[in-house]
C-alpha cells in the first residue's frame, strides 16, 4: 500500500489529500494560507488529514506541494527587486516586448557582447564595465537575471557575466539559457527577470514547507508541481522557480481528468485570486506552444494552455460610474474579506464599519482595513512607506485612518505590491456570506461593509443598491457574468477558426450575449458552450451551476472540486524535457549548440546523433535526480531540409528529449 500527501499552497487557502494506492482519497482539509508564515498554514491542513485517517506520518511515501504563489505574485506585481544584465541587445528591441513593464523600475545594464545566430562571438563581453557596475549598485537588488544576444547558440557571455556577478555579489543569478533553448532573446531576458524574482518567493515556500513536514514526521522525499502538471524535486524548483508559474492551476488540470474521468471538457478553476481555464483533450492538458502567458507576460516556460484571469472569490469590487445607472467590476487585484477581517479582528472591524455608516458621506476608503505582514525583509524603503507601515502598527488599521492624501495611497500600493502590507474589502466572498452561501468567517462584518459598498451614487442620483442583499446578488451576478465571459474567450481562443474578431471581442460581442439570452424576435439567436465545463475551487458548488445555467451547458463540479490541486499534486508523472539546435552555418559544416559551446560535424546526421546523445543523458539524468524511476524516453525531430536545384540541403535541426516516469516511492 502506499499513501500520498499532495498540497497545494494558494493565495487564499491551503489544502491537503491523502490518497491511497493512487486510486482513492481517504481525507482531505482546507485551512487559510499564512503569508506570514506558510508552514502554519500547511502544517495545519496536514494535521487534520492525518488525524482524519488516523495515519501514521511515518506511513507516507510521497509528498507532493502545487503553488499559485509564483502565478499570483506575476499577476499582483510582488517580488524582490532584481537587476537585469544584457549582453549585446539594443535598447529599442526590448522596449518593444516592453522590457520596462517587466523592470517596474528595478535596473538595467546594456553591455557589448553577445554571438551571432551561428555561435560566433559577434563582440567581447564589456567584463569591466559590468564589474564597476556590480561595485556601485550591486547591493541595491536581491538578485540578478542575465541574458545575452544568441546565448542558445553560445552561451559562454552569459556564463562569463553569472561567474562575476556570484564573484562580486554572491547573489542569485538567472541565466536565459538555463530557462529555454529556443530563440527570442528578449523573451529569453523577460523569463530570466520573472525567474529572479521568484527565488525568494519559492524559496521560503519550499523551504519551510520541508521544515514543517519533517516536524510532523513525514520524511518522503518532497515533488513540486512544474507548470506543464509534470513533477519535480524541491531541489529543482528551487533552481527554476519560474517553471512553477501556473503550478496550481496546473496540478488541477491533472486532478480534474483523474476525478471526473472527463476527455474533452474545458477545466475551470476558481481560486481566491485568479479563474485559470485549460482545455482537456483526450484527456490530457494541452501545452502552450508560444510559452506560458501570466497577467501581461508572455515568458518562455513550458506549461499548460492557461488562460489566467484576475478573478477570484477574494477579487476586489469596484465600481464603476457608467452612464446613469453605473456598475461592478471585479479584479483583477486580490484584497482580503472585510468578512474575514471581521473573523479575526471583530472589535476593530465592528466599530469602524458602524462608525463610518453613521457619516453623511461614502468615502472611497471606507469599508477597507489594512494590516502588515509581519517576518518579511523591510530594506529599500522610503519615509513615506515607513510612515504608512508605522501608522498600520502591529493590529488591523482602518484605511480612512491610515491614509492622509492621495499621495500616501502610492506609498500603499508598493507596499502592498512587495507583500509587505495586506489590505481587505469587499469581495464576491462577503456577498457569498450576506446571502448565505457561506458562513466560514464573520457574516455581520459583511453585510455592514456592503451596506456601505451600496451607497455608490450613480450618475442618476440613485444608490447602487437598495440593500445589503441586493448589493450581495449584484456582485454574485457579476461574478456570473465574469467567468463566462472568461469562459466564451477560451472557447473562441480554441476553436481553431478565424471569426474575424479577437476571442475577447467575440466573447463580449452583442450577438453573442443575446443569444445566451435566448433572444427570439423576428431573428433567434441561440449561443453556449458545446462542451462540458469541470468546475474546480473551494467556492466551485456555490458560483458554478449559474455559470453552466448561463452557458447553457454540462457543469460537472466533482466531489472533491475544494482541493483538485493537491490531488494533482501526487498523482502527476515526473517529466523532463531537454531541447538542442544543430545549425548548418557555413557551406557543409553542421553546429550542434551545446551548454559546453558549439561542436562542428561534416555532417548533419553525425550533429544530430550527438544532439541526441547528449540530450538523452542530460534528460535522463535529471528525470532520476527529481526522483523519477521507470524512466521512458521519448525523442522528438523537427528537421528543415530544402530541394535546392534538385538537391537536399539540410538547413536547420530541433530535438526535444523527455524523460518521464513515476516519483521514486520512499519506502
Given at each position: 500500500m502506499t499513501i500520498s500527501l499532495g498540497v497545494d499552497t494558494g493565495g487564499t487557502y491551503t489544502d491537503a489529500v491523502l490518497i491511497r494506492d493512487e486510486k482513492e482519497v481517504i481525507a482531505s482539509a482546507k485551512s487559510l494560507t499564512t503569508r506570514h508564515d506558510l508552514a502554519e498554514g500547511i502544517g495545519l491542513a496536514v494535521e487534520t488529514?492525518?488525524?482524519q485517517a488516523a495515519i501514521d506520518p511515518a506511513e507516507i511515501n510521497l509528498a507532493s506541494l502545487s503553488t499559485t504563489l509564483a502565478t499570483n505574485a506575476l499577476i499582483e506585481g510582488q517580488g524582490e527587486r532584481v537587476a537585469l544584465i544584457l549582453a549585446g541587445f539594443r535598447e529599442k528591441e526590448l522596449e518593444r516586448h516592453d522590457l520596462s513593464g517587466a523592470m517596474a523600475g528595478d535596473p538595467v545594464l546594456y553591455l557589448a557582447g553577445g554571438h551571432n545566430y551561428a555561435g560566433g562571438q559577434a563582440e567581447p563581453l564589456e567584463a569591466d564595465t559590468l564589474r564597476n557596475w556590480l561595485a556601485e549598485h550591486g547591493d541595491q537588488v536581491s538578485g540578478f537575471a542575465?541574458?545575452?544576444?544568441f546565448a542558445t547558440r553560445n552561451p559562454a557571455h552569459e556564463q562569463e557575466m553569472t561567474a562575476i556577478i556570484r564573484e562580486v555579489t554572491g547573489k542569485p543569478v538567472s541565466a536565459s539559457h538555463h530557462l529555454s533553448a529556443k530563440l527570442n532573446g528578449p523573451k529569453r531576458a523577460i523569463t530570466a527577470v520573472l525567474n529572479a524574482r521568484l527565488i525568494d518567493i519559492i524559496n521560503r515556500l519550499i523551504a519551510r514547507a520541508q521544515i514543517r513536514l519533517n516536524e510532523l514526521g513525514i520524511s518522503a522525499p518532497l515533488m513540486v508541481v512544474r507548470g506543464d502538471g509534470a513533477l519535480i524535486s524541491a531541489e529543482m524548483a528551487l533552481e527554476r522557480p519560474i517553471e512553477t508559474i501556473l503550478s496550481g492551476p496546473a496540478a488541477s488540470i491533472v486532478g480534474a481528468s483523474w476525478m471526473t474521468g472527463q476527455k474533452d471538457a474545458l477545466v475551470s478553476d476558481i481560486g481566491g485570486t485568479t479563474t485559470d481555464i485549460a482545455l482537456l483533450r483526450n484527456g490530457r492538458p494541452t501545452i502552450d506552444p508560444e510559452g506560458a502567458r501570466v497577467g501581461p507576460?508572455?515568458?518562455?516556460?513550458e506549461a499548460v494552455a492557461m488562460r489566467t484571469?484576475?478573478?477570484?472569490?477574494?477579487?476586489?469590487?469596484?465600481?464603476r460610474p457608467s452612464g446613469l445607472q453605473g456598475g461592478?467590476?471585479?479584479?483583477?487585484?486580490?484584497?482580503l474579506p472585510v468578512s474575514l477581517m471581521g473573523a479575526e479582528a471583530p472589535e476593530i472591524v465592528h466599530e469602524a464599519l458602524a462608525r463610518q455608516m453613521r457619516l453623511p458621506s461614502l468615502d472611497e476608503h471606507h469599508g477597507r482595513f489594512a494590516?502588515?505582514?509581519?517576518?518579511?525583509?523591510?530594506?529599500?524603503?522610503?519615509?513615506?512607506?515607513?510612515t504608512l507601515m508605522e501608522r498600520i502598527g502591529d493590529g488591523v488599521k482602518p484605511l480612512d485612518e491610515v491614509l492622509k492624501n492621495r499621495i500616501e495611497q502610492?506609498?500603499?500600493?508598493?507596499?502592498?505590491?512587495?507583500?509587505?502590507?495586506?489590505?481587505?474589502?469587499v469581495t464576491p466572498s462577503d456577498a457569498s456570506h450576506v446571502l448565505g452561501l457561506n458562513d466560514a468567517w464573520d457574516r455581520e462584518a459583511a453585510e455592514m461593509a456592503l451596506d456601505l459598498f451600496r451607497r455608490h451614487v450613480s450618475g442618476s442620483g440613485s444608490k447602487l443598491a437598495d440593500s445589503a442583499?441586493?448589493?450581495?446578488?449584484?456582485?454574485?451576478d457579476q461574478l456570473t457574468h465574469q467567468t463566462s465571459i472568461a469562459l466564451l474567450e477560451a472557447g473562441f481562443a480554441e476553436e481553431g477558426e478565424d471569426f474575424g474578431l479577437p476571442a475577447s471581442d467575440l466573447a463580449r460581442h452583442v450577438l453573442m450575449q443575446k443569444g445566451l439570452q435566448n433572444h427570439a424576435g423576428l431573428i433567434r439567436i441561440d449561443s453556449g458552450l458545446n462542451l462540458p465545463v469541470v468546475g474546480l475551487g473551494a467556492s466551485a458548488a456555490t458560483y458554478y451551476p449559474k455559470v453552466g445555467e448561463l452557458l447553457g451547458c454540462p457543469m460537472d463540479v466533482p466531489q472533491y472540486a475544494g482541493v483538485a490541486n493537491a490531488i494533482g499534486a501526487v498523482v502527476g508523472r515526473i517529466t523532463i524535457r531537454r531541447s538542442g539546435t544543430v545549425t548548418s552555418p557555413s557551406g557543409g559544416a553542421c553546429r550542434v549548440h551545446l551548454e559546453t559551446g558549439p561542436e562542428d560535424f561534416p555532417d548533419h546526421e553525425q550533429a544530430i546523433a550527438r544532439l541526441e546523445e547528449v540530450l538523452r543523458k542530460d534528460a535522463a539524468d535529471a528525470a532520476e535526480t527529481a526522483g523519477a524511476e521507470g524512466i521512458r524516453i521519448t525523442v522528438k525531430r523537427d528537421l528543415k531540409i530544402a530541394n535546392i536545384e534538385g538537391n537536399d540541403v539540410f538547413i536547420e535541426a530541433e530535438l526535444t528529449v523527455e524523460a518521464s516516469g513515476r516519483p521514486r516511492i520512499a519506502v
Open positions: 488529514v492525518l488525524k542575465v541574458a545575452a544576444q507576460f508572455r515568458t518562455m516556460v484571469t484576475g478573478l477570484g472569490g477574494d477579487s476586489e469590487v469596484h465600481y461592478l467590476e471585479l479584479g483583477p487585484s486580490r484584497v494590516r502588515l505582514v509581519p517576518g518579511l525583509p523591510r530594506n529599500g524603503l522610503e519615509a513615506r512607506e515607513i502610492t506609498a500603499l500600493r508598493r507596499l502592498v505590491g512587495r507583500g509587505l502590507v495586506q489590505v481587505a474589502g442583499q441586493d448589493m450581495a446578488q449584484m456582485i454574485i
